[in-house]
């Protein structure tokens, strides 16, 4: 699979599901989230339709009139972002979730390496690329960026960046062998068996990782705020939990 390919791994499919809660959320919570509708249906015999991919693709197609009921981005700058505009329920918002960033390697990697000031991640990189969201937009990339930054590596390494459009796509471009390391959510990494962690980044590297979830200020769905409120249950909380993620709600 090559750079392009593996960027679109997972894209928005902004269509309406009648009769289901429609959730906008973050690659990275795609396992964790299906289970957890998987969940509400047997508990409710109600339905989510979950379309993922990066907060940043989310939040414009939810600005540009997609048929969104809840929005879960993987920062708080594109929850804001809606927010300003007037396309999300503030009352409604919650800081759901948080997760790690973590350096990984495909899984018959040699490579070892301490996460620390000044350490050698071009030397990981052995020349090859290092796979990473959008440093721009995406919250992976954005995370990412920051943690490089503040330990002082990023001028040896922004050079030799595959970036992704989606924290799922970036960890397939290591997990298919077609970059050496890539920096990703520890939960993500749980869910690859072709990849290992190498070391995580120290919370103080970056900003703090938040989910915040929040109805969508357009929705009609009868049913959305009971789904937001199960994302908030010990049910949804224990899956979250096996997935890796912390539980930042209580």
């Known amino acids: 699979m090559g ?3 593996a960027a679109a791994a997972i894209l928005p499919v902004p269509v309406s599901a009648a009769g289901k ?3 906008f959320a973050a690659a990275s919570l795609k396992n964790a989230l299906d289970e957890v509708s998987a969940a509400w249906k047997a508990a409710s015999s109600k339905e989510t339709a979950n379309t993922f991919a990066a907060s940043s693709a989310l939040a ?3 600005e540009a009139g997609a048929p969104a009921d809840i929005f879960i981005s993987a920062d708080l700058d594109w929850m804001k972002y809606l927010s300003g505009k007037k396309l999300i329920a503030e009352s409604s918002m919650v800081k759901l979730l948080g997760n790690t960033l973590v350096l990984v390697a ?5 490579a070892a390496v301490t996460i620390a000031p000044g ?3 071009a030397g990981v990189l052995k020349g090859g690329k290092l796979a990473i969201c959008d440093v721009k937009a995406v919250p992976a990339g954005k995370y990412g960026k920051a943690a490089l930054e503040k330990l002082g590596v990023w001028d040896k390494v922004e050079g030799s960046l595959a970036q992704a459009e989606n924290v799922r796509a970036a960890l397939k471009l290591v997990s298919a062998g077609e970059a050496p390391a ?4 520890r939960t993500d990494a749980n869910e690859e068996k072709k990849v290992k962690v190498l070391g995580a ?6 900003p703090e990782i938040v989910y915040p979830a929040a109805l969508v200020a357009a929705s009609k769905s009868p049913d959305a705020a009971e789904f937001l409120a199960f994302l908030q249950s010990d049910k949804a909380h224990d899956i979250f939990r096996a997935h890796g993620f912390i539980i930042l709600v209580r």
């Open 106 to 110: 495909p899984a018959g990697s040699r």
């Open 119 to 121: 350490f050698d991640l």
């Open 201 to 206: 980044f120290p919370p103080d590297t970056h």
């Open 21 to 23: 809660v429609n959730v």
């Open 60 to 62: 414009r197609q939810i």
């Open 3 to 5: 750079l392009m390919s």
């Open 182 to 185: 890539g920096i990703v959510y």
